[in-house]
């Protein structure tokens, strides 16, 4: 190499160097050690959150399916040609009549509202045997098709009718309603799940189209068939400060006509609609009662008396409004 080409490389170098020396120093970008150790904490609770929704999505499912079936299988257990279900539940049984009884001689008869001294209906045997704390069978119009336990206020909150745990749970007869002879208002309780099971699909009762085509109840105890038209659905506080706060679940019986009375028409003041149906002191009683977030849904329900009819009932009630 001559010496002027050795002289060009040796100025070049002598620039390249002097550039390099002024110009910020390249450095590869790092995160630090402690946002690196957020970040990977972020994403295993980022994992752990996906794994707990799909979990919990795997057993919603999982119950819902193993509710249904049971469901199913007790249906057709309580029916015993297995094949007039939706039948059954569309023709509610024929009325029941208030008796009375002597108490003791010359004292003054006590109604009975409810016989319990009868043979145990054919379709309920089964269910009996299997669940010795059956107390009867529930039918709204082909949407609610459930069998009624009574125990206590929490055991069938978080069973099912086999005594298997699940969050559905069962539908109950409230402790401080027995069925007895005396009990003038059964009170049934019934979670409301998402999938329409237990008494999920009696929120809509909140809506008047749906009251028009349900305003029959059909309620068939270990004894008897009965039948109830619905004439009151309020939605009251569970909170007993809050105004809208209203004792429905205290009044298995009552006092006296006045008692009886003023319970109703406290009922019917707080009633989304004004239902069409009179009620009377020696009426039975069948209240239903489920969650609606913090609140819950009441429907309260009288039983047909002797000489009503179903159709003329449900007629009588859908002409009313349709005059309105």
Known sequence: MSRRRRWRADCGHRLYRFLRDRMPARRRRRFPAVNRGRFIVAECVLILVI????????SVIVRSVRTARLNRRLAVMHNVSGNQIEAEVAAPPVESEIQTEQAAPGAAPVTVFHRTDLDILPEMQKLARENPDT?????IGGVVYQPVVYWDNSYYLDHDFTGAGNASGTLFLDENHPLTPRTQNLLIHGH???DGSMFGILTHYRNLDFLRRHPLIAFSTLWEKEAYVVFAVLVVSSRTGDTGYFNYFDHATFTSGEDFDSYILALRNRSRFEIPVDVECGDALLTLSTCIDDDRLVVAARRLRVGETK???SAAVEAAYRQR
Do not use: H, P
């Not at 107390?135 to 039918?139: D, E, K, M, P």
């Open 135 to 139: 107390i009867g069978w529930l039918g």
């Open 51 to 58: 794994v707990g929704a799909l979990s919990l999505s795997a």
């Open 311 to 313: 159709d003329e009932l």
């Open 192 to 194: 409301s799940m998402k």
